[in-house]
């Protein structure tokens, strides 16, 4: 089975502070996602890769970068955390090309609070 | 780009009701259609998908029929258990386009004994 790997579950930091959400992938997937999940609003696209070290922007890229240096890890970097950040985020990755309709594999979520 | 309207929940249901969770879209091209399941303190998981017009997912009990002429794609299951609780998310994919799948808001599902 995929596995989808979130380094935390749980995570408290203070505003303004450099936030990194990691996540790792072990089944050999070109893309990468990071999503965040609002009550009411579902689930919102950050950032994607298609690859190692691409990126493309989201819906909701503002306050957040990403990096991908190796094709097993996608990070998601918060520059300044705020409490408007405060959320559950997810990470997902999904065989195949840019073009595929392969389904998604999901982590089991980062719930971060911002304080 | 693509975009979904999912009925509002939560759905509350006693064991062995029937359910069915409205999806409607809206889609440029020709999307594949998906319902993801997220349990309770998990990530999103695939339920089912469909990829062509009058195509039937299943899975679990669970089944969705890809209506091109009513751009619906809604979840039925014809008894549901309490281990059924969960939230559904209904998800078009924008095949043709960026082959990125847009995501409803949710429906949460809560199955009583």
């Known amino acids: 089975d995929v596995k989808v790997t979130q380094s935390s579950r749980y995570l408290v930091k203070r505003t303004g502070e450099k936030v990194f959400l990691e996540c790792v992938q072990d089944?050999?997937?070109?893309?990468m996602f990071w999503y965040r999940q609002d009550p009411g609003l579902g689930l919102r696209l950050i950032y994607f890769s298609y690859d190692v070290k691409m990126k493309e922007k989201g819906d909701i890229p503002e306050g957040y970068s990403v990096s991908r240096e190796k094709k097993e890890r996608f990070s998601l970097i918060l520059e300044s955390a705020s409490t408007n950040q405060t959320s559950m985020y997810l990470c997902a990755s999904r065989s195949g090309t840019v073009a595929t309709n392969e389904k998604l594999f999901f982590g089991s979520g980062t719930q971060l609070s911002v304080l | 780009g693509n975009s979904v309207t999912q009925m509002e929940g939560p759905v509350t249901l006693s064991e062995e009701a029937f359910l069915t969770i409205n999806c409607t879209y809206t889609?440029?091209?020709?999307?594949?259609l998906f319902w993801y399941v997220q349990y309770p303190g998990e990530g999103l998981q695939l339920l089912l998908k469909a990829t062509k017009a009058d195509d039937k997912g299943s899975n679990k009990g669970f089944e969705a029929t890809y209506r091109k002429e009513t751009t619906s794609f809604h979840l039925e299951k014809g008894s549901v258990q309490v281990s059924d609780s969960a939230v559904y998310f209904c998800a078009p994919l924008d095949s043709g386009g960026s082959y990125i799948p847009t995501f409803g808001r949710g429906t949460s599902l809560i199955v009583h004994p």
């Open positions: 089944m050999d997937h070109e893309n």
């Open positions: 889609a440029t091209g020709y999307p594949s």
